[in-house]
């Protein structure tokens, strides 16, 4: 079992650029998460899929978009990338429903200049 | 809304001290309740929760309490070691799958 993995680990990006980052889940879970990890912020929610076909804004959804391609993979989007958009990303999963586990990626690190 | 509050860090420590990291949280609801660590150069991962009031999480050492009184869960280790720095995460859900993350706590055991 994999868990969680995205790809890449680490982007630089040119102000204005695209780019999809990529993630795939093996444990079957409903729900997928995109966080967003910023120093002294905490994770703060991007988008949400709480079952397949379905997706929600989270916490801090501007200039940003999501595909949930099938149950395993969720995608995120930075059509135009800005440098308030450099951080680290987190994708997560876990089974539907309050209080269950959440289960981490590595992380990508990316950084727009 | 919902919102935790977490201890500022960073809190360097030797190893075997005691530690405590306080969190307190807002919510609308009856909030799960989580902590989530990571370790240098990964994700998160589950360190122990409770879903109830009066429950107590435990694992690898650590504990914490749901004190719905004083809408806190503390996070308490009797004797770090080493192998324990890393971030600390406390975070909750109400009535759904999202998380809300406190900043973070870095804490630091020196050897």
């Known amino acids: 079992n994999a868990g969680v993995t995205q790809t890449p680990k680490f982007q630089v990006l040119k102000t204005g650029q695209s780019m999809t980052l990529q993630c795939a889940q093996d444990?079957?879970?409903?729900?997928m998460y995109w966080y967003r990890q910023d120093p002294g912020m905490g994770l703060r929610l991007i988008y949400y899929s709480a079952s397949e076909g379905t997706t929600d804004k989270g916490e801090v959804p501007n200039g940003y978009n999501v595909s949930r391609l099938n149950k395993r993979e969720f995608s995120l989007r930075l059509e135009s990338a800005a440098p308030s958009q450099t951080s680290v990303y987190f994708c997560a999963s876990s089974e539907a429903g309050p209080g269950n586990e959440q289960f981490f990626g590595p992380g990508t690190r990316l950084t727009v200049l | 809304g919902n919102s935790v509050t977490q201890m500022e860090g960073p809190v360097t420590l030797s190893e075997e001290a005691f530690l405590t990291i306080n969190c307190t949280y807002t919510?609308?609801?009856?909030?799960?309740l989580f902590w989530y660590v990571q370790y240098p150069g990964e994700g998160l991962q589950l360190l122990l929760k409770?879903?109830?009031?009066?429950d107590k999480g435990s694992n690898k050492g650590f504990e914490a309490t749901y004190r719905k009184e004083t809408t806190s869960f503390h996070l308490e280790k009797g004797s770090v070691q080493v192998s324990d720095s890393a971030v600390y995460f406390c975070?909750?859900?109400?009535?759904?799958?999202?998380?809300?993350f406190g900043a973070g706590t870095t804490v630091t055991v020196r050897a």
């Open positions: 444990m079957n879970h409903n729900s």
């Open positions: 975070a909750l859900s109400v009535n759904d799958y999202k998380l809300s």
């Open positions: 409770a879903t109830k009031a009066d």
């Open positions: 919510a609308t609801g009856y909030p799960s």
